[in-house]
């Protein structure tokens, strides 16, 4: 799914409705002209909710002529309902709009997101006693996930849903913890009937995951083989609140995010460590209340009069990264030019912390050898 506008839309706010829209005229619902035509229609719909919940189930998304056949006559003739010879099983397909035949005479859906929404439709009216847990337990599985926001779109309000996903998603590493900050977010935007309050959250989870994981890919900048290998401190977190903006970036999740932005800002902390995750967490959260997909500044520059998070070692070099990312040249320029000042004073410092790798700094941000310049 794509996290994108288009048309006056908010997606992923509002995929569910659109897929909803789009399978409809596909199946032939605009074409339906009296009860018959509905009940086939409808009749029509559920073959394909079915089938789409099979191929999920079974992690196999394209089945042989034969089995489609066997499949669907066997749901009909379970159900009571006449029989279909090989002229009206290609017809069915052919004039579907969703499946496609190779010249393999293999069958499938002609995007996996048509299986991702059909298998949430049947969950959510036919098989939640069966289903619902397994979309939390395989919540960090693209194509679960993917049917478990199309799942909340149907209802747009499911509280239990949220604190399940909270409590019982894997979160075992690093890629569980990334895998739950994509989800989350898309979660929070099909749930935009939800009150901000428990929208909130899936916020605090995500914050927490990405603090959770800064250790572990400071490992990552000193080895080889990783992405990561060799990065900057400063880019390492860039790099983070970028993934959790992504996400998040939704004009439905406004309230959501400065209710969440009031309750870090109402914290004090005793320690560092504690201090710098919270200031972390504020800037994540500002930066994306700045992105162009919601607008709204004066949170970031209500962090710049924060006194802990300006002395911050890195933490204004790392803003300013991330207002370069997000088209900086309308920022407050006065603010703009506080940021340059504070980066100015740390001039040596941000030399020395842009050259090395994140893994070389302690939670101190001192680097690790007797030659480190001190912030």
Same mark, same amino acid.
């Given at each position: 799914?794509?996290?994108?506008h288009?048309n =006056?839309?908010?997606?992923?706010?509002?995929?569910t409705?659109?897929?909803?829209?789009?399978?409809?005229v596909?199946?032939?619902?605009?074409?339906?002209?009296?009860?018959?035509?509905?009940?086939?229609?409808?009749?029509k719909?559920?073959?394909f909710?079915?089938?789409?919940?099979?191929?999920?189930?079974?992690?196999i998304?394209e089945?042989d002529?034969?089995?489609?056949?066997?499949?669907?006559n066997?749901?009909l003739?379970?159900?009571?309902?006449?029989?279909?010879?090989?002229?009206?099983?290609?017809?069915l397909?052919?004039?579907?709009?969703?499946?496609?035949?190779?010249?393999?005479?293999?069958?499938?859906?002609?995007?996996? @997101?048509?299986?991702?929404?059909?298998a949430?439709?049947?969950?959510y009216?036919?098989?939640r006693?069966?289903?619902y847990?397994?979309?939390?337990?395989?919540f960090n599985?693209?194509?679960?996930?993917?049917?478990a926001?199309?799942?909340a779109?149907?209802?747009?309000?499911?509280?239990?849903?949220?604190?399940?996903?909270?409590?019982?998603?894997p979160?075992?590493?690093?890629?569980?913890?990334?895998?739950?900050?994509?989800?989350?977010?898309?979660?929070?935007?099909?749930?935009?009937?939800?009150?901000?309050?428990?929208?909130k959250?899936?916020?605090?989870?995500?914050l927490? =995951?990405?603090?959770?994981?800064?250790?572990?890919?400071?490992?990552?900048?000193?080895?080889?083989?990783?992405?990561?290998?060799?990065?900057?401190?400063?880019?390492?977190?860039?790099?983070?609140?970028?993934?959790?903006?992504?996400?998040?970036?939704?004009i439905?999740?406004?309230?959501?995010?400065v209710?969440?932005?009031?309750?870090?800002?109402?914290?004090?902390?005793?320690?560092?460590?504690?201090?710098?995750?919270?200031?972390l967490k504020?800037l994540?959260?500002?930066?994306?209340?700045?992105?162009?997909?919601?607008a709204?500044?004066?949170?970031?520059l209500?962090?710049?009069d924060?006194?802990?998070?300006?002395?911050?070692?890195?933490l204004?070099?790392?803003?300013?990264?991330i207002?370069?990312?997000?088209?900086?040249?309308?920022l407050?320029?006065?603010?703009?030019r506080?940021? @340059?000042?504070?980066?100015?004073?740390?001039?040596e410092?941000?030399k020395?912390?842009l050259?090395?790798? @994140?893994?070389r700094?302690g939670?101190?941000?001192?680097?690790?050898?007797?030659?480190?310049?001190?912030?």
């Open positions: 799914m794509k996290c994108t288009e =006056n839309y908010e997606i992923p706010a509002t995929i409705d659109i897929y909803t829209d789009f399978v409809a596909l199946l032939g619902k605009l074409e339906v002209k009296d009860k018959n035509g509905l009940l086939l229609f409808n009749i719909r559920r073959l909710t079915v089938l789409a919940l099979h191929m999920l189930d079974n992690n998304y089945i002529l034969s089995f489609f056949k066997e499949f669907i066997k749901f003739i379970d159900r009571g309902y006449q029989l279909q010879n090989d002229d009206d099983i290609n017809d397909i052919e004039k579907s709009g969703l499946l496609y035949q190779d010249e393999n005479n293999m069958v499938g859906f002609k995007q996996i @997101a048509f299986v991702e929404f059909l949430s439709v049947e969950i009216h036919n098989q006693d069966t289903h847990k397994r979309l939390v337990e395989n599985d693209i194509n679960w996930q993917n049917t926001i199309f799942y779109g149907q209802s747009k309000e499911l509280v239990n849903m949220i604190d399940d996903v909270v409590e019982k998603a979160n075992l590493d690093i890629k569980d913890r990334f895998m739950n900050v994509g989800g989350m977010g898309y979660l929070s935007q099909a749930l935009y009937q939800t009150k901000p309050k428990d929208r959250k899936l916020v605090f989870k995500s927490d =995951n990405l603090m959770n994981s800064i250790n572990e890919i400071k490992e990552f900048t000193r080895d080889e083989k990783s992405l990561f290998y060799n990065m900057p401190y400063p880019l390492m977190l860039t790099i983070i609140s970028f993934w959790f903006t992504e996400n998040f970036k939704s439905t999740l406004k309230q959501t995010l209710d969440s932005f009031g309750d870090l800002e109402m914290l004090n902390f005793e320690s560092s460590k504690e201090s710098f995750e919270n200031d504020l994540i959260i500002s930066s994306t209340l700045y992105n162009t997909y919601i709204d500044e004066s949170y970031l209500k962090l710049f924060k006194p802990s998070f300006m002395k911050h070692p890195i204004p070099l790392v803003a300013d990264m207002i370069d990312l997000n088209n900086g040249t309308h407050n320029p006065e603010y703009r506080r940021i @340059a000042k504070e980066i100015k004073k740390k001039r410092y941000i020395d912390v050259k090395e790798p @994140a893994y700094y939670e101190d941000f001192i680097r690790d050898d007797d030659y480190s310049i001190s912030p």
